[in-house]
């Protein structure tokens, strides 16, 4: 089955520097890669996500870039911000039409003021 | 809309006892998700619906756990009997289903303590 390799598992930036979380997966029928935040208490919420016949996509200070041929993906925040402090889990699909996806061990991230 | 919905929030049990665990999906979605959170194995997909049918129940931890889904609004996790080491947070999820769209909501997760 797939598996999920997320690095580095805690991750600690001064206000205003830029955040990378770096993925690798295993099943090369993987075709879409969401991101997910989840703050202590709450529930993951979906950041962004990217699909297999796109290299990069950008949401304000947030972006996704996709390696297929090395098969690894990587969460990009720019200007971070206290309010970005949480757990990041990056995650893929198992190459179904379901969606069933396996995800990471999960980043924390910690932004100092 | 109001999201993916679970109940109860929060369930203290005693080893021994059933528990069940409430999950109502968007609507209109068709895949429904369980997912078991601890911070040992992290977040852990336990099972999964499309159309109501069960697809895959591979990440169920054994014969103590069942899941149904009656209808397209409601979905059941029973844990009979219940342990100690069930304790973790417990969330539902749910996405259109079908190829593409891959989306998942999650819900805000039900907090299993098991003593």
């Known amino acids: 089955g797939e598996n999920v390799e997320q690095h580095p598992s805690t991750l600690s930036v001064q206000e205003g520097d830029s955040a990378v979380i770096k993925c690798t997966y295993s099943?090369?029928?993987?075709?879409?890669f969401p991101w997910y935040k989840q703050e202590l208490g709450k529930r993951p919420q979906l950041i962004i996500d990217?699909?297999?016949?796109?290299g990069e996509k950008k949401d304000q200070r947030i972006a996704v870039t996709l390696n297929k041929t090395a098969k690894h993906f990587s969460l990009h925040i720019t200007e971070t911000q206290p309010e970005d402090s949480a757990v990041y889990f990056c995650?893929?699909?198992?190459?179904?039409?379901?969606?069933?996806?396996?995800f990471g061990q999960g980043t924390i991230l910690t932004v100092h003021p | 809309d109001a999201g993916v919905i679970q109940s109860p929030r929060h369930e203290v049990t005693e080893m021994g006892q059933e528990v069940t665990l409430r999950c109502k999906p968007i609507?209109?979605?068709?895949?429904l998700f369980w997912y078991r959170q601890t911070m040992m194995r992290g977040l852990e997909l336990l099972i999964y619906?499309?159309?109501?049918?069960?697809?895959?129940d591979s990440g169920m931890p054994e014969d103590r756990f069942s899941a149904k889904m009656p209808n397209a609004s409601f979905s059941t996790l029973k844990i009979q009997p219940s342990e100690p080491r069930d304790s973790a947070v417990y969330f539902c999820?749910?996405?259109?289903?079908?190829?593409?769209?891959?989306?998942?909501?999650f819900g805000p997760g039900t907090r299993l303590t098991v003593t």
């Open positions: 999820a749910s996405s259109l289903g079908g190829a593409g769209s891959y989306e998942q909501y």
């Open positions: 099943d090369s029928a993987s075709n879409y």
């Open positions: 990217i699909r297999s016949n796109v």
């Open positions: 995650a893929a699909t198992i190459g179904t039409s379901y969606g069933k996806l396996t």
């Open positions: 609507s209109g979605h068709n895949s």
């Open positions: 619906f499309n159309n109501n049918v069960p697809i895959d």
